[in-house]
């Protein structure tokens, strides 16, 4: 990985999305970075002009809360998860919902897409992986192995294998090159807690949030732990990998935002999250060193914004910008 010099964290102007009628569980940025989506408690999932903040879309459906939300990397679509044990899968361009797909039994807690868009996968209280032809809508297969609550997924860049994290502190890989009914699988032992957010690298690394407050980058050809980073004083509930993979971004509980440096494990920078008008927290920017984050694409266009979402409760979430020009702290 490489690593090149760190800007230092600061917090920007800040643009509040408080039309929601319940708290927000998940929010998403488009591959390009012009739109973003909040799944909220009320049922609705919501959609937003990053930068004028209008409103573009609220498209309810579900028959629960909506726990989760993800665009697909080429754009075109997004998918929600609810507690009404269903996804939907939407048409940005249209904002309509074009598949419901059944199949999980309980809660349905996370969804992500495979790189070239043809797959998704999805998990949740049934302790079950369902892989889905995002064409026709259609199940592929289960997935069965976790002894717990599946919380997190993402699949690997070359689309070939999933990641997903469980209640039963394990993550598993899942490779799907084998095409069989059964598909093979390995786990990933480390974490003495939840996993609840996991991420993998443009590089093919694997980063995994916990309830033990710490983060492991692992290498998930050999299974090897490769860092653990330490200083987080609450659950870890989300993490990003920067562009060039050389640092990693992470949220907690503690209304805090750590960005770690993946060589060394050094923690970099700490944000301090502070509420506003008590309803929201605030969002920051980084700001681009020479040689650094210049080099690898993340130089800030003049002005930026920065984006918050959500409602008080129990901590910050985080929500990167594609190519992390901005970052979206906010309370779920």
Known sequence: MN????????VGRVKFFGQHRGEVNSSAFSPDG?????????GYV??????????????????????????????HLFATTSGDCTIRLWDVAEAKCLHVLKGQQRSVETVSFSPDSKQLASGGWDKRVVLWEVQSGQM????????????SSDFAPSSDRVATGSWDSAICIWDLRTGTPVTSHQELEGHSGNISCLCYSASGLLASGSWDKTIHIWKPSTRNLLVQLKGHVTWVKSIAFSPDGSQLASAGYSHMVKVWDCNTGKCMETLKVSKVHGCSTQGCRKRPA????????????????VLSAGSPGCGPRLCLHPRWETLSVWSC
Do not use: M, N
């Open 140 to 151: 592929l297969r289960h997935l069965g192995g976790h002894r717990d609550s599946v919380q």
């Open 3 to 10: 690593s090149g010099s760190a800007g230092r964290l600061a």
């Open 34 to 42: 012009q739109r973003l989506l909040t799944a909220s408690e009320d």
């Open 290 to 305: 020479r040689g650094g984050w210049e080099q690898a694409g993340l130089a800030f266009p003049e002005p930026s914004e």
């Open 46 to 75: 919501y959609g937003w002009e990053t930068q004028s903040g209008q409103l573009l879309w609220r498209l309810g459906g579900h028959a629960g809360p909506i726990k989760f939300c993800r665009f697909s990397p080429d754009g």
